[in-house]
């Protein structure tokens, strides 16, 4: 299965992203034009995805906050997990899951 999208607009300019399932990773293929004072983009997961490593273009990234750092210019993400992360619940279960993960992360900022 693959999700694909092109050209959306954020906050380091535009990107196109095309994720590619595995049965137990998924690649991410990535172009955007980052500004000139991007730090690069951070890659978030739902919290039900039992995460074993990271890699941004052939190199390991380390968790940091809840997230994973990915460098400017990153091309090919790969993301490996253990077991199947995606749970039997509707797209209603899994936003209210990620608003209140935010929350709490919110509230430990303070």
Do not use: C
């Amino acid at each position: 299965m693959a999700i694909k999208f092109k050209n959306a607009p954020t906050e380091l300019g535009k990107i196109s992203i095309e994720a590619q399932m595995e049965d137990n990773g998924m690649n991410l293929s990535i172009q955007y034009e980052a500004y000139p004072d991007s730090n690069g983009m951070v890659l978030h997961l739902p919290p039900f995805v039992n995460v074993i490593s990271v890699t941004a273009d052939g190199k390991p990234i380390q968790i940091q906050d809840g997230a994973w750092p990915l460098p400017v210019q990153t091309q090919r993400v790969h993301i490996s997990w253990k077991g199947q992360p995606w749970p039997q619940i509707s797209f209603e279960d899994v936003v209210k899951a990620y608003i209140k993960d935010y929350r709490n992360r919110a509230s430990n900022i303070r």
